[in-house]
Every structure is written in structure tokens, then in C-alpha cells.
């Protein structure tokens, strides 16, 4: 996750998250991404069944009854563990949560024993009245997907009226005075949305929106042809920033995030470096602080039946089950082997990822999308849109990572 908001229009500086210690129990949940101990962010998809069908459902949900799900005294003990654990937050998510009868006791038990619990919904059941019972349960945020406005997100969530529908789950949250957010996932079927997108930020004063690359999983696999060549990717990541700064710059500052390409933070590193050199190297630090890609260890997912994975794509393989050990059992083994590799990914990445001078910013790209194009986990991702020069191949190249760090005078070695 690259905060877009944060990075470029300089809304967050290098000493904001020191002066919290970088302690992930004790950071505002706009600086948990510069969190020191990693503790895992866990995405409970705690039902899987979707009153809609998006083609890019990573976990295949449809509208039916699934077997298998736990139970709401399995899903305590999951919270008590957490709670334990210092899991900072929980975010419930599906298929879709609204269709699960015990999201909002659940909700109130999380935020009861002290962790903080966000909903990821497609918004399309939120009424006046559901609105106001989250509220009443403690919800701190509401992240609604759009994939597109009117019809472009109505065709990509296979269901006429998703959009209008969405759109009154939205205005609801923000009467009941629900913090709400969006959430974009990019493809070929939507990219030109996403001037329309910015601009229902500041038409229905939505103050965030979180832009997620594709990742090629569950039916999103299918859409891995109509991924944004890396020229249009780049392209994108501009606009993104563009629109981002002008709405900075107009007084109306949104929180804009992108997700699951961390390229994005590179790519705007160097962009400062053209742009405002000084501000760059404050950047630099907080990247440095972000570490990349953190499936497997600062994020974790658990299945509707038990099983837990390294992040919400990862569902071919599982660490194991919460009903045969505890959530923080499972995340601390490191006798299994890819957990223990995902909690320091950088020695066993292959190709120009291993040679990347910006490796420990990234922290190896998104390995699930390396293995569904290669079938390696470690080779590199074929969503880097940085060039060989940009990434230090070409002996030209103009910024180099080990004199960014050698002119920060030691400052940085606090955060390796």
C-alpha cells in the first residue's frame, strides 16, 4: 500500500510516525503502513457468498449457501486471539459481509475488546437503517468497491443498478457518520473512469480511495489479457498523482492510496527527484519505513473455513486451519517454509528483481502474481512497469539506491 496523499502532496513527514514509537497498537490508521513491527493487518473473509458477480472475485464467490463457514464462538476465539496477538485491525470481508446474520455482534465484539474493525463491502445492502447499526457497533471505515461509475461498474460487478445502489450505501455512511472510502481495481475495462472517480471524491465528499493493480487471482485470473500494458500502467500512476496534486492543491486533499504494486513507490521517488529533490529524500525514509510488499507478514487472511493464508490471494496454499491452531500459532511458525521465506523475502528473489536496487523498497513486488505467470514464487513480477535503467541495470543509471542511502548521513539506519 502506497500512500499516494501522503508521499507526493507531502501530507505526512518522516517524524510523524517516530513520534508513535512505530508501534502498530499505538499508530493512527493513517500511519499504520510505516508501522516497525508489522504486526498483520488480517482480512477475515468471513462469508463467501455475494449477492453480485464481479469478474475479477478473487475468492469466486457467487450468490448461493456455502458450508464450512465458522461459526460466531469460533469467530470470538479468532478476535480474543487477535486481541492477544496485537493484531492493530480486522477487516471483515467476503464474498460479501452484510450477508453474514452476526457481522454486526461480531463487530461489536472486536471493537469492545480494543481492536479497530473495517468492513469491505460492495455497498450495494446498505441502508439508512444498517448504516446506523454499524455506527452503533463501533465500525471505525467502510471501504465500498467502484469499479467505475454508472455502467462501467454496473458491467464489472455483472449486476444492472450495483452502481446507484452502492452509491445510497455511501450517502447512508456518511449520515450515520461513518468514515467511507473507495475501492478501484484496475484493468483495460476501466481505467478511463478514473477522472470520473476523482471527481466523485469531491462531488460526494468522500475523503478516500485506495487504486489496486490487478492481481491475477480466482476469477481475476481470466482477466490477467486485459491488464494495463507497463506503458499505460505508468500512464495511470501519473494520472493517479495528477489528480491526486490537484486536488491538494484546490483545498480538497483526499487520501489517496495505491495497492498490491510497489513499483508505485519507486515510481514516485524518482518523479520527486525531477520534480523536488529535498522532499524526495524525505520520501525516501518513509519508504523505507513501508518495506514493500508485506503478504505474509504485516498482512494476513484467514478463509470463511478456518484456513489461513498470506494475504487474501494466496488461496491455493494455506499455513493451516484456526480450528487446529491459533491464527498466531500458524503466523509465527516459521518451520514451514514459506512463511519463514515470506518474513524475509529478499535473499531468495530471482531475474532483475534480485538485482533491483530499490529491492528493500519494494520488498519484492506481489509474489502471487510472479507465481501465476511463471510458476515461481520468486521470480520476478511481471507487473514492474520500472525500466532496466530505472532499476539499475543499465550501468547509466542516473539515481543509484546506495547513494541515496550514503547521503542520508546514517539517518536511515534506525529503520533497517
Request: charged fraction near 25%.
Amino acid at each position: 500500500m502506497i500512500g499516494i496523499s501522503k508521499l507526493y502532496c507531502g501530507t505526512v513527514e518522516a517524524s510523524d510516525p517516530l513520534r508513535y514509537g512505530r508501534n502498530s497498537k499505538k499508530l493512527p490508521s493513517h500511519l499504520l503502513q510505516f508501522s516497525q513491527d508489522k504486526k498483520p493487518v488480517v482480512v477475515w473473509n468471513m462469508g463467501r457468498r455475494c449477492n453480485l458477480r464481479c469478474v475479477h472475485c478473487y475468492s469466486s464467490s457467487k450468490n448461493q449457501f456455502y458450508e464450512n463457514e465458522l461459526t460466531t464462538a469460533e469467530a470470538r476465539a479468532l478476535i480474543d486471539d487477535l486481541v492477544v496477538f496485537g493484531s492493530p485491525v480486522i477487516l471483515f470481508s467476503g464474498g460479501e459481509p452484510l450477508l453474514r446474520p452476526d457481522l454486526l455482534e461480531l463487530t461489536r465484539y472486536a471493537t469492545e475488546k480494543g481492536i479497530r474493525a473495517v468492513v469491505s463491502t460492495n455497498g450495494t445492502l446498505i441502508t439508512s437503517a444498517v448504516a446506523e447499526d454499524l455506527k452503533d457497533v463501533g465500525l471505525s471505515y467502510v471501504g465500498v468497491s467502484l469499479d467505475g461509475v454508472g455502467e462501467t461498474n454496473d458491467r464489472f460487478r455483472g449486476v444492472a443498478g450495483a452502481y446507484n445502489l452502492a452509491l445510497r450505501g455511501i450517502r447512508n455512511c456518511q449520515r450515520a457518520g461513518i468514515k467511507v472510502g473507495l475501492r478501484f481495481t484496475i484493468n483495460r475495462r476501466n481505467y478511463e473512469d478514473i477522472p470520473k472517480i476523482f471527481q466523485l471524491l469531491e462531488q460526494e465528499n468522500i475523503p478516500r480511495v485506495c487504486f489496486y493493480h490487478l492481481v491475477y487471482a480466482g476469477r481475476g485470473s481470466k482477466l490477467r489479457a486485459e491488464d494495463l500494458s507497463h506503458e499505460e500502467t505508468r500512464q495511470v500512476v501519473d494520472q493517479i498523482f495528477d489528480l491526486t496534486a490537484d486536488l491538494h492543491d484546490r483545498g480538497k486533499p483526499k487520501e489517496v492510496l495505491t495497492v498490491d504494486n510497489h513499483a508505485d513507490g519507486v515510481y514516485l521517488y524518482l518523479r520527486l527527484m525531477r520534480e523536488n529533490p529535498e522532499w524526495a529524500q524525505q520520501v525516501m525514509k518513509l519508504l523505507k519505513m513501508n518495506g514493500g510488499n508485506s503478504s505474509g507478514n504485516g498482512i494476513g487472511c484467514i478463509s470463511w473455513d478456518g484456513k489461513v493464508h498470506a494475504d487474501q490471494f494466496w488461496r491455493h496454499y494455506s499455513f493451516g486451519n484456526i480450528r487446529e491452531r491459533s491464527f498466531s500459532q500458524i503466523w509465527t511458525d516459521l518451520s514451514n517454509p514459506l512463511m519463514s521465506r515470506l518474513k524475509n523475502k529478499i535473499p531468495h528473489l530471482k531475474g532483475r528483481c534480485a538485482t533491483c536496487q530499490w529491492k528493500e523498497i519494494c520488498g519484492g513486488n506481489f509474489r502471487v502474481r510472479a507465481e501465476a505467470v511463471t510458476g515461481d514464487i520468486w521470480a520476478p513480477d511481471p507487473a514492474c512497469y520500472l525500466t532496466d535503467e530505472e532499476i539499475g541495470l543499465d550501468k547509466f543509471s542516473a539515481v543509484r539506491f546506495d547513494s541515496v542511502v550514503s547521503n542520508q548521513s546514517g539517518e536511515m539506519a534506525g529503520f533497517e
